[in-house]
């Protein structure tokens, strides 16, 4: 009897562990199809790489975003890490282009800068949340703050790449075929987390430390090396995103990573990952990404204006987390 | 087997009953035959309480004898599985707390239950503003002045209804919980009510505990009723008129204090003896000489100190205490759960400090703890990954996990310790209790740890797996390991232990050889843990 | 870290720790006072006259009208142990309907009163429904506020077809120059929401049960009150007071935007927190977060003055919610923070 019954909950775990995907999966089905056979245009070369394209950052950042939340914390600085990002990599490239004989010198310095600045604030986040216990909710909205506001102290206006230094970001317009290399890039790198998620033996601690982070500390697990790792990584990642976006554009904007953070939580939770921790994967990750971008893309088409396109993550946000969320647990407590 | 015992509970019972007079004829509650079943064990085993109005009822027993779990039911915290209850002659089934209350039965909880931001008036009518509202304003006069009168009827006087219990001291706090229960009662109108008190002496000095009999004795003279928990039982000599014994989720008797000793109690609390058996004790190893561990003038603040004891291979060693006596945080100090306070501590001769349990592991020290749910298992995860929760590392060729050593590793274990799991897989959410725990044997005895600190290995599992634990700590010593053990029960500690350490109130008060040959009596070791 | 004496008795050295730590609540209790009396000695010494100067305490009393009714709203949310993060989106839609609906350049539809009633309702429907998803769906309250931010981001954005309406009403138009007692109308209109909320949080079962329900949710549950009902009641309640900041907002401007409330959850968040309610939940109060506003307020106002470029402002607020949650977090080598 007790088998029966074990059994039925099972399939009824593996259906509710995979709704999201099965959700995402058909989701991208329906709208390709819908918006090919709508929109004229839409299945066009020009429309199709460019959706690829502008895949990338979002990609990046929700690999990222995905290690995070899987073992149960959040961070709600990405986006603006990534403007910080964004706006030191143009910057210095403006501020050095005459300093250093060759353009590619001055580049991958910017970038340079750019990615240890990443590291940085994702080290001091973690630091601030795994040593000092704060929420990690609480803490990243606190270096949201901070880092929008460094952002505005770099630059106010939007900043353009000079034409000099266009050979240096050149690398983000190759393509093959629609697949442009920007999101060549971002699948190898989202590929590389799901391996290191699923078979290294710190990876491994991730989907533990989410599952039951006390159960991982008594059983020797070095839990806060794990979280601060992955925090630095992810402070990595979406300056990463932030060098990709000012390499998308050719310029910088202070505010242009904001919207991303909604849409990374979109993409992630989409893509089946917890709120709660210990359940989803980067795989996952990957359709609920293409999710996002794909209906972005789509109202982007129609001429859906960005406000009421945010509207429609929102309401994709709170349905995916709470088609998510296990309530079968009697009397917990959600703060 | 349950069947057996609960017969045996109930004859003990009917045997000891017969002599009792008490102060009143009138039973105000009784509860018959109440069982309880926890997943799959018994917590409660056909349990008997009868309470007259006007007396004080202690419960005694050792820590698992069932004594929280029947207040539970009797608060309506929890559901008996079968059962009746009686009050004032009626049928008695609370759903909830607030049932009870209704009905004239109030708990005064082990951890408070006040509400610290709040004063003491909105405290003792939290819940109950209603009777004072006037418009969508609450009268706060006319509160603090019920309040005042609720407060005198435990004589506190000296504290105005407005002042903020975080103000308060832990005693008063418990005063005002205590009124606060009498007046939740009281609105039941009924005229005799019960009042539980769970262990409520263990913050409170001397002269706080005083008070508090005296207070309890005033609560019977109006002809209500007590039910009074302890581990201290020189408390429940002093202040109780009749006493029950409880032991192993069954009744073993109950007997009017005035013909109650200590000597008296430890023996109906303890029982059987020791079967050899059931513990394996043909496979105690003696302890070789080389020390492990050693742990000099330990102590964490406010809790234990001046610990001191050598673990040596081969050895079990039995730390015994009820709860609050510090030995479980002994355990956690140990493996580097918590930072200790004072003194030093020695693995193989090295002195060593550790910031986190995975500091620990690295000198091979590994707890299986106490709360399989929320500290021993990831539910999440598959049979082997739990496995190899300890042991990542070891299961590594170069970067990576190697997917088919993990594997191999779980079918080892699930065929040697016989796990019921249809395949390794499986995810442990799945399992039953002594499986779960089964798992986190494998995972701790797959971490390659030599000193293995087990808190409370067989809570919550069945008989059968509670005896397969049993070998399994035999096949420990024989390897070469050494095992702290907290034992569920005294019973357990003295029959796998080769030493016991006794604690009580957070110090060491007595130490016991125990060779296979020459065990402690159990009333020896239960006489220093009260 | 506490000092500690191995020469006493468990039980003493129990009740040292509990003595301890009741000393050091108590300091923190007096800290954001102490802080808001520092910061204007400083800034009095710094800034002369320029500073402590009749109109610029009304100019702090003007700043302080729209931060304070934020902060009021999320105190109570704070007080649960939850958190609303919709603010910049509630504030923003509320400040846009108000202006829609009343004579306007870009449209038609004059409901003078009324146009309150629709703003502030719209505003506590959201509340309701960030409750409804916090409470039933289980969602984290960090989680649902922040989808809700963006949702009425883009419901106030639809509401105006993006041409912000210019407010043309006399009346309206005329109080943010309106004085009263020598104190803005507006002022005034948040000082009375603060009473409102002042005499919620003290006279009625509902402001008691917050603190409880923040506390410890298993106590009011087992003596019968609603947790669910509590909790929705107060998201509901955020979202009126958010409704009411919109208009403030609205009514200063002279415009609906939604960049009106862009900008105020940090502030209301940094005056919360420093005001000395917990993210914990259970402590605290209005009267915490009058003294955390104020701080926000003299501190923004004494940059000013000194001429600190505006952008700093941000991430002084972001790194004072940091230290703030720093000093009172629960910390402890067992304590899991997510």
């Not at chain 3, 008795?9 to 007096?30: D, G, P, Q, Y």
Request: charged share 15%.
């Amino acid at each position: 009897m007790t088998t029966k019954t074990s059994l039925a909950a099972k399939n009824r775990g593996g259906v509710r562990e995979n709704i999201m995907k099965y959700f995402s999966f058909s989701a991208i089905i329906i709208l390709v199809v819908a918006l090919s056979l709508t929109q004229e245009n839409w299945l066009g070369t020009t429309n199709l790489s460019n959706l690829l394209r502008d895949t990338a950052p979002l990609m990046i950042m929700s690999a990222g975003m995905t290690m995070v939340l899987l073992f149960g914390s959040i961070d709600l600085s990405m986006g603006a890490v990534c403007s910080v990002s964004n706006v030191t990599y143009v910057h210095f490239i403006l501020a050095f282009q005459d300093v250093f004989v060759s353009p590619w010198i001055a580049s991958v310095l910017g970038m340079l800068v750019s990615l240890a600045f990443g590291l940085g604030s994702g080290i001091a986040l973690g630091l601030i949340h795994v040593k000092l216990k704060v929420p990690s909710f609480i803490a990243s909205l606190g270096f949201m703050s901070l880092w929008q506001s460094v952002a505005l102290l770099i630059t106010q206006n939007p900043e353009s790449v000079p034409k000099a230094m266009w050979e240096t970001i050149e690398w983000y317009k190759v393509s093959f075929g629609v697949l442009g290399l920007p999101l060549v890039f971002a699948l190898i790198i989202i590929v590389l987390f799901y391996c290191i998620t699923r078979f290294t033996p710190s990876g491994r601690a991730i989907f533990a430390i989410g599952g039951n982070e006390r159960t991982a500390r008594v059983a020797g697990m070095n839990v806060d090396r794990t979280k601060l790792i992955v925090f630095a990584v992810n402070g990595v990642l979406a300056a990463l995103a932030g060098i990709f976006l000012a390499a998308n554009l050719r310029s910088s904007a202070p505010t242009i990573g904001d919207a991303f953070t909604l849409k990374i939580v979109a993409a992630c939770a989409l893509g089946g990952t917890s709120l709660a921790g210990g359940k989803g994967s980067e795989l996952g990750t990957i359709l609920g990404v293409f999710t996002v971008a794909i209906i972005e893309n789509g109202m982007n088409f129609i001429g859906v204006d960005a406000y009421s396109q945010n509207v429609v993550f929102g309401i994709f946000v709170l349905l995916a987390i709470a088609i998510t969320v296990d309530r079968r647990v009697r009397g917990q407590i959600v703060k | 087997m349950s069947e057996l015992e609960r017969k045996e509970g109930r004859a003990a019972v009917a045997e000891a009953a017969e002599p009792v007079h008490s102060i009143s004829t009138e039973v105000l509650f009784s509860a018959k035959d109440i069982t309880k079943t926890f997943g799959g064990t018994q917590a409660l085993k056909g349990v008997e309480l009868e309470v007259h109005a006007g007396e004080i009822v202690g419960l005694v027993g050792e820590n698992g004898a069932g004594k929280s779990t029947l207040l539970k039911i009797i608060i309506g915290a929890q559901p008996q599985s079968s059962g009746t209850m009686t009050l004032h002659g009626q049928p008695y089934e609370p759903k909830t707390p607030m049932d009870a209350n209704k009905a004239g039965v109030g708990m005064v909880f082990q951890e408070q239950s006040l509400i610290v931001t709040l004063n003491v008036a909105q405290n003792i009518f939290f819940g109950h503003e209603k009777e004072f509202k006037s418009g969508p304003v609450i009268n706060w006069g006319k509160m603090n002045k019920e309040a005042a009168e609720v407060l005198a009827e435990v004589d506190i006087t000296d504290i105005p209804p407005t002042k903020k219990v975080s103000d308060l001291n832990f005693a008063t706090r418990q005063m005002v919980e205590i009124a606060k229960v009498i007046n939740v009662t009281k609105q039941s109108g009924a005229d005799h009510c019960l009042i539980l008190l769970d262990e409520p002496t263990s913050v409170l000095n001397e002269a706080e505990v005083e008070n508090l009999y005296k207070q309890m004795r005033k609560i019977a003279d109006r002809g209500h009723a007590v039910i009074f928990v302890s581990h201290h039982l020189d408390e429940i000599l002093h202040i109780t008129d009749r006493i029950y014994v409880y032991k192993d989720g069954t009744s073993v008797g109950s007997l009017d204090t005035k013909d109650a000793t200590e000597a008296k109690l430890y023996e109906m609390m303890v029982g059987h003896d020791t079967t050899t058996e059931y513990y394996h004790l043909d496979r105690q190893t003696t302890p070789k000489d080389d020390v492990l561990l050693e742990v000099k003038d330990l102590g964490l603040h406010g809790i234990f100190k001046h610990l001191n004891f050598q673990l040596h291979r081969g050895e079990v060693l039995g730390l015994c205490g009820v709860v609050g006596s510090g030995a479980e945080e002994v355990c956690e100090v140990i493996c580097g759960d918590e930072k200790p306070s004072f003194g030093e501590m020695y693995v193989k001769g090295q002195k060593v400090k550790f910031g986190a349990p995975h500091q620990a592991l690295a000198k091979g020290i590994l707890m299986i703890p106490k709360e399989r749910l929320f500290e021993g298992i990831v539910s999440t995860l598959s049979v082997e990954d739990n496995i190899a929760l300890s042991n990542a590392k070891a299961m590594a060729k170069g970067p990576f996990v190697s997917a088919a050593a993990v594997r191999q590793q779980a079918d080892r274990w699930i065929k040697d310790l016989r796990i019921k799991t249809s395949g390794a897989r499986e995810l442990l959410m799945q399992l039953s209790g002594g499986n779960q725990q089964k798992v986190v044997f494998s995972r701790a005895l797959a971490s390659g740890a030599d000193i293995l600190l087990l808190n409370h290995p067989t809570r919550g599992v069945d008989v059968g797996a509670k005896e397969e634990i049993y070998a399994l700590i035999r096949t420990m010593t024989d390897e070469g390991k050494a095992v702290i053990v907290l034992g569920d029960t005294t019973d357990e500690c003295i029959g796998l232990c080769s030493r016991l350490i006794v604690m009580k109130d957070g110090l060491v008060t007595g130490e016991f050889e125990a060779p296979a040959d020459h065990k402690p009596s159990q009333i020896d070791v239960v006489s220093l843990m009260m | 870290m506490m000092k500690l004496n191995p020469a006493a008795t468990i039980t003493e050295e129990f009740a040292e720790r509990i003595k301890s730590e009741n000393r050091s609540a108590r300091m923190m209790k007096l800290a954001p006072l102490m802080v808001l009396i520092g910061m204007i000695i400083v800034f009095t010494i710094i800034c002369r006259t320029q500073f402590f100067s009749p109109s610029n305490l009304l100019t702090i009393l003007n700043q302080m009208a729209l931060p304070l009714v934020v902060a009021l709203g999320l105190t109570f949310v704070i007080m649960l142990g939850s958190i609303d993060l919709s603010i910049d989106g509630t504030v923003g839609m509320a400040g846009s309907l108000f202006a829609c609906f009343v004579l306007n350049t870009e449209f038609g539809f004059n409901l003078g009163f009324f146009s309150v009633v629709i703003a502030v309702g719209v505003c506590m429907l959201c509340g309701l429904a960030i409750g409804l998803c916090h409470v039933y769906l289980k969602i984290p309250s960090f989680m649902a506020s922040f989808a809700f931010m963006y949702i009425c981001k883009g419901i106030g954005m639809i509401s105006y077809q993006g041409h912000p309406p210019t407010i043309t009403d006399p009346v309206i138009k005329a109080l943010p120059t309106t004085y009263w007692l020598g104190v803005p109308f507006i002022t005034w209109v948040s000082l009375l929401m603060f009473v409102l909320c002042l005499f919620i949080q003290n006279y009625t079962a509902f402001g008691r049960h917050i603190y409880a329900v923040g506390t410890n949710e298993s106590i009011p549950r087992s003596v019968g009150v609603s947790v669910e009902k509590v909790k929705i009641g107060v998201f509901v309640l955020a979202g009126f007071l958010f409704g009411v900041a919109g208009i403030i907002g609205a009514i200063r401007l002279g415009q609906g935007q939604i960049a009106i409330g862009s900008g105020k959850m940090f502030p209301a968040q940094a005056a919360v927190v420093v005001g000395g309610t917990s993210l914990a939940g259970g402590k605290g109060g209005v009267v915490n977060t009058i003294v955390g506003v104020l701080i926000m307020t003299v501190l923004d106002n004494g940059l000013l003055i000194l001429g600190v470029d505006p952008n700093i402002r941000t991430g002084v607020q972001g790194i004072i919610i940091l230290v703030a949650v720093i000093l009172t977090v629960a910390r402890g080598a067992k304590v899991i923070s997510k």
